[in-house]
């Protein structure tokens, strides 16, 4: 590679990240080099003169400027729109309704003018299933059954959710054991979520690699999903009064060879895509959100917090005792899908280190209630008394007796705020149950992050928000 320009003006970096001026970072001198090449009409910096040996020319260079356009020369700024266009060059394109990166149908009405995107129109409800209806039929014992399939790379996260609401109108108090199995499983769960939104995200923008690497460390944590709750996915494990059964002979040598073998996975990812130039002028700028956007669309979670925004359900409003470990906020600073996808690699490493502390903390005790009005007696005792017989009967035919009253709980979804709201006019069921979808805010604000950018972009875009549309149409 030959060297940089002799004109080249002091302070502007050549494409050696090792010689930026002291008071740069690697990254921002990696986003200064980005920022170069898509606001000029050269070529980026470090490949500018990669291929000047043995280049060939198609056509001399004094013939007619207006051939510029067939040797590639001619190039303006991708993101400047043009004051005026012709409306013959105006398109209106439906992207779907498909399944790309979105865990579900997601229609998209784009208008363009050119290959530049000047609205966007989020077209939802093709899954709808009418979760929320449907809950009014359901007695207590049944909801998580029901609220798992809402956000199903998340079922652990919506039944815990349902459960503490209920257990707000019931004022149960939920054993510690319950509480830290609870909140294992949760955390490994945004883990086995991230890393299906890694894999996935690497796969629509060209890192095919990444969707078996992502789906590798995924299958270990599905592995020990199914052999604590017997199912991969929609578990109806953790219920009211605590968990459905308590963790497994040997989890604690699993979760150790869990945390190791994703540790080790993650640290492959950051290899293959942190400084691959294909991802990185993929991501970087791409997709941006401002935190004053995340807050007027009410965007929470890894979106939220990767523009810089300081907010975790974990930290501001604790539940389940997860504020007695250790673990930090991951945030980033620039909004764009890049900031997006190094907040879920981080919050991976986060929420392990969590497991860990459970590992070695957890106490003994009941993974259960003992509250006989929500918690059935033991199997062994059915055989034995009568009335354990009558109590197992009537609880799993009517239900749990919940008290009127409204209550709202939310929990730190891997997709952010997971809320469910229940009001209860007392009986068995739920009188209406309204959910707070993250996944919803994160589409809503889809016309935000792709408005007068490249079509080429919304597909990046679209995979940095990892929304699940079973989430959003509920």
Not at 87 to 97: A, H, K, L, V, W
Not at 103 to 125: A, D, F, N, Q
Not at 214 to 233: A, Q
Request: charged content about 25%; hydrophobic content about 40%.
């Amino acid at each position: 590679m030959s060297d940089a320009p002799e004109n080249m003006e002091a302070g502007e970096p050549n494409g050696d990240l090792e010689t930026v001026q002291p008071e740069q970072t690697v990254e921002e001198a990696r986003r200064t080099q980005h920022e170069i090449w898509v606001s000029g009409t050269e070529e980026r910096m470090p490949f500018a003169h990669a291929t000047d040996e043995g280049s060939q020319e198609l056509l001399p260079s004094d013939l007619d400027p207006a051939l510029d356009i067939q040797r590639g020369v001619a190039v303006d700024d991708d993101y400047v729109v043009p004051e005026r266009v012709i409306d013959d060059e105006r398109q209106i394109i439906n992207m779907g309704p498909q399944h790309p990166s979105t865990h579900g149908v997601l229609r998209l009405h784009l208008e363009l003018e050119g290959e530049t995107v000047v609205r966007v129109k989020p077209i939802i409800g093709y899954l709808h299933t009418g979760m929320e209806k449907t809950a009014e039929t359901l007695s207590y014992s049944q909801g998580s059954t029901n609220v798992t399939r809402m956000d199903y790379l998340a079922p652990f996260h919506n039944e815990l959710a349902f459960s503490l609401a209920t257990e707000q109108l019931l004022g149960l108090e939920v054993p510690a054991r319950a509480s830290a199995i609870r909140i294992l499983m949760t955390e490994l769960n945004r883990v086995s979520s991230h890393l299906l939104s890694t894999a996935t995200m690497g796969m629509d923008i060209g890192a095919l690699s990444m969707m078996i690497y992502g789906w590798r460390e995924r299958e270990i944590c599905l592995d020990f999903f199914e052999k604590t709750t017997g199912l991969r996915m929609n578990h109806n494990y953790i219920r009211v009064g605590g968990v459905a059964a308590d963790l497994p002979d040997g989890w604690e040598e699993d979760v150790v060879n869990l945390i190791k073998k994703v540790n080790d996975g993650v640290d492959e990812y950051e290899e293959i895509l942190n400084e691959n130039p294909i991802f990185l002028d993929r991501t970087l700028g791409v997709g941006v959100l401002t935190p004053a956007e995340v807050k007027q669309y009410g965007v929470t979670g890894p979106v939220a917090r990767a523009s810089g925004v300081d907010w975790d359900l974990r930290k501001a409003a604790p539940y389940c005792g997860v504020d007695q470990y250790q673990f930090d906020v991951p945030l980033g600073k620039h909004g764009d899908s890049f900031d997006r996808y190094k907040v879920r690699i981080d919050e991976i490493r986060q929420s392990l280190r969590i497991a860990e502390q459970i590992v070695a903390t957890i106490p003994s005790g009941d993974y259960r209630s003992t509250d006989a009005k929500v918690t059935p007696p033991p199997r062994a005792r059915i055989n034995e008394s009568m009335e354990a017989l009558i109590h197992h009967f009537k609880l799993f035919t009517e239900g749990a007796n919940v008290p009127p009253g409204t209550a709202y709980q939310s929990v730190e979804g891997p997709r952010g705020e997971i809320g469910a709201y229940i009001v209860s006019k007392g009986g068995a069921r739920p009188w209406r149950l309204r959910w707070r979808a993250p996944s919803f805010a994160a589409v809503q604000a889809l016309p935000a992050m792709m408005t007068d950018s490249l079509i080429a972009d919304v597909i990046a875009a679209l995979a940095s928000t990892d929304p699940v549309l079973g989430d959003v149409d509920r």
